[in-house]
């Protein structure tokens, strides 16, 4: 088994800032990549950023220039950054990892439990 554990959610005022870290830890084999996706209530789940094991990363328009995500690889942990931060910006976010599996077909996915980040003055 693999595991996610989030943490650094919270209630922040517009115009804050917070951290985000996930570590992953169990069965990891080969990751592919590390990211982060955000659900509110009633609304579909869309990624936020993410990195591959090289370095490149992608993200949503609404956070670009705003976030910033990062890995460490010897932790196993993504980290996302979020400055300038808004009441759209609330949701629960999850933590998402990529990887191959020996023997398996595809690249397997893991959620995290979700952490709450709540914009709101």
């Known amino acids: 088994q693999l595991q996610l554990v989030e943490s650094g959610g919270g209630l922040v005022q517009p115009g804050g800032s917070l951290r985000l870290s996930c570590a992953a830890s169990?069965?990891?084999?080969?990751?592919?990549?590390m990211g982060w996706y955000r659900q509110a209530p009633g609304k579909q789940r869309e990624l936020v950023a993410d990195?591959?094991?090289?370095?490149?990363?992608n993200y949503v328009d609404s956070v670009e220039g705003r976030c910033t995500i990062s890995r460490d690889n010897a932790k196993n942990t993504v980290y996302l950054q979020m400055n300038s931060l808004k009441p759209e910006d609330t949701a629960v976010y999850y933590c998402n990892l990529r990887q191959v599996v020996p023997g398996n077909r595809y690249e397997s996915t893991y959620w995290g439990q979700g952490t709450q980040v709540t914009v709101s003055s």
């Open positions: 169990g069965r990891i084999f080969s990751i592919r990549t």
């Open positions: 990195i591959t094991s090289g370095g490149t990363t």
